[in-house]
């Protein structure tokens, strides 16, 4: 059964591990990826990625990209979305933080920032969501 769409938009609020896709080229499948993100009800959602990157750079060419969250448990639960790059930003020690804490207990949050404030280049790509496939399909 499809989620409404508060259930949709809730469910891609929680944190899941996102599959991000991305058309990478004539002849080839899409890049996919496992992704941390950032989402609010409503809103535009974000990830950050090194900015020289090959799934930056085909997100830049191809100017939209898809993401897919999927749980197991207590149902079988799944939100697609995909739509275009509303604008793309230099990465901040903000968005990093944002991130770390929203998937990590705080003790492995910490952990992670001392690496992840340490890469090259980043940036937050930002994606306005226009086309959604949901559903739960109850206890299997």
């Known amino acids: 059964m499809a989620l409404s769409k508060e259930e949709r938009q809730q469910f891609l609020a929680e944190p899941h591990i996102a599959a991000l896709s991305v058309h990478a080229g004539t002849g080839r499948g899409p890049l996919t990826v496992?992704?941390?993100?950032?989402?609010?009800p409503g809103g535009e959602l974000w990830v950050l990625t090194a900015a020289n990157s090959r799934k930056a750079r085909l997100i830049k060419a191809a100017g939209c990209f898809s993401l897919m969250v999927?749980?197991?448990?207590?149902?079988?639960?799944?939100?697609?979305?995909?739509g275009e790059v509303s604008r793309?930003?230099?990465?901040t020690d903000e968005h990093?933080?944002?991130?770390?804490h929203r998937y990590l207990p705080p003790d492995r949050a910490e952990r992670y920032l001392k690496f992840a404030l340490?890469?090259?280049?980043?940036?937050?790509?930002?994606?306005?969501?226009?086309?959604?496939?949901?559903?739960?399909?109850?206890?299997?």
């Open 70 to 82: 999927e749980r197991a448990e207590p149902t079988l639960r799944y939100v697609a979305v995909d």
């Open 118 to 140: 340490s890469l090259s280049d980043q940036v937050v790509i930002y994606l306005r969501p226009q086309h959604w496939i949901s559903a739960d399909m109850g206890a299997v």
């Open 96 to 100: 990093h933080i944002e991130l770390a």
């Open 88 to 91: 793309i930003e230099p990465g």
């Open 34 to 40: 496992p992704m941390w993100y950032q989402y609010s």
